[in-house]
């Protein structure tokens, strides 16, 4: 029998500090997503490597997200914590106010002034977060949640929270646990920088352990638009239609940098065409539909592979930060959609059953 | 190491029949879902009951559906079928699309002629589905579908395939196991009716197997303008905003009578507003986002615990078919959106805080 309700600190409390063994766990059972093999994929590319996606998409709200935030709010409440706040539009407000929901504590999610998309929103909405709109951008949304966490008792989960990374490193864990093994390469989106830094954190502590014998080549992709580490620096403005890394100012700079030397990887940026494109193309190959900003783990695979950076025969993770059902305005938007128009008789189905 | 990929085929492969030794699986790692104890709505509803929600909006599609999808594609192939079709605009599209491209072979969906509604079938879309729009309405398409599998080699992936409810019945196994027993009652929405004869499938085979000890009492749940159950025969014109159960004339009508019967449980009718209640009362209150058509089995197991037809200090499971992600307009339809403006000031903030 296994024990209902297990999430990844409870799983992977040795291996987090700040779980002792009277803390009070906030989790939706996050964790253990599908590690799914993509052969079709790998024929269409026609290679010969093993290729697995993380599928992220299918944590309680949707995204990688969940990971870092049962850590902290977890780590929130111990201290003593009886609301959050953060500044976002996306996956993060989604997480906060769903975690938050399940501690019984108040979450606040503070946006820029303008007309309010519920599709974003939705879930924080729903899960009961408390919106502040604020006259100004998102940079000062992200400057006002620091500066009132410093000044009143009320704890920031933005990715500048430390225990964030500490709740992402377990996916790393998982993998190793899964495939036996540290994957020789591992490619994933770098927006804000905190997942590949947790990744690496996660990899590296396993190697330490013994529990790998080594750590994988990391595979960083930014879209083109909002890609201040191929820049090597951050940059104003970011556009992507893949909102999810549209961060021209990532907070895990150093980190990041630090996984990518370290693991002799790189970043590449890809453009919104691409990623689109490897959006389609892995939903009606392998049957998985994920974010836009996921499908950059594909788009970058492909182009890697093309270039002969992924050597033949490695085995190759990409992990598919969140679900496709998040954005699916996005996803049809470029998708002619002129179905067939046929009258309700069965001659003219098998007809055009034979034609399409 | 567990073995990635494993789905609910390879899992219980002992209790599905149809699954051979070199059975080629079609699956998404489907299963395993969730089962979250809900304390904070036990607390809020001032029972000692102990509550699960099973949440089957974490399968790879987003629904319950991909149970039965993984079961009734894997023995299409098995069978040499090269396409399957089903007329549907909701899960059951998403997931047909999702498995065909998997196995890599075609999926038809069969439409009502009508403006697309590209977020509703935005799954099907993106999984490379062929979408035929008919001058008919949903039963006609039902009925082409039916006719048209009898006459051309393409299987049918409507309920009306038995092996859908083989696929949906690991849902019960999964249960049995993870609470070491059956629960004493099970809450669930009935729509189509298969699944809730799936699940009585499950228990009293677990049940024969010596597996458990007993089998819940079912409690099976109809939106108030689509409840035939109710009604004691089919209804036309079924209407419900749980789009996802507004169904009129149920596939598996004899089956959940039997399954009602011998479990000794009762059908019963909730109306959309308390449907919607409680969809918002199950987010904010535990932080799970289910789909409307999902949120009858909150709705439905107040009611029955406030009549008494839940006995004190029982084990409630409460199955949650769908993501609430599958429908976000409707979720936040009744939400009032206000949220307050203050300037991009610190103090305004810090007052703000201090207010709401």
Known sequence: MSKPGLGILEKFSAHLDFIKKDTRIISLNEGDTPLIKLDNLS????TNLEIYAKFE????TGSFKDRGMTA????AVQEGATSIICASTGNTSASAAAYAARAGIRAYVLIPEGKIAAGKLAQAIVYGAKLIQIRGNFDDAMSMVKQIADTMPITLVNSVNPYRLQGQKTAAFELVEELGGSPDYHC???????????YWMGYTEY????????????CGYQASGAAPFLKGEPIKD???????IRIGNPQSWD???KAIKESNGHFKAHSDEKIIQAQQLLASTEGIFCEPASAISIAG????????????GSRVVCTLTGNGLKDTDTATKFIELEPLLINADIKELAQALSNI
């Open 238 to 244: 970011p556009e992507t239609l893949a909102t999810a």
């Open 57 to 60: 998409g299918l944590n309680p």
């Open 43 to 46: 024929n269409k590319l026609k």
């Open 255 to 257: 980190l990041a940098v």
């Open 301 to 312: 695979l492909i182009q890697d592979i093309q270039e002969g950076f992924i050597k033949s």
């Open 72 to 75: 902290a709010v977890t780590q």
């Open 188 to 198: 994933l989106p770098v927006g804000n920088a905190g997942n590949i830094s947790a």
């Open 207 to 218: 190697l330490a352990l013994g529990k790998s014998e080594k750590t994988p080549i990391m």
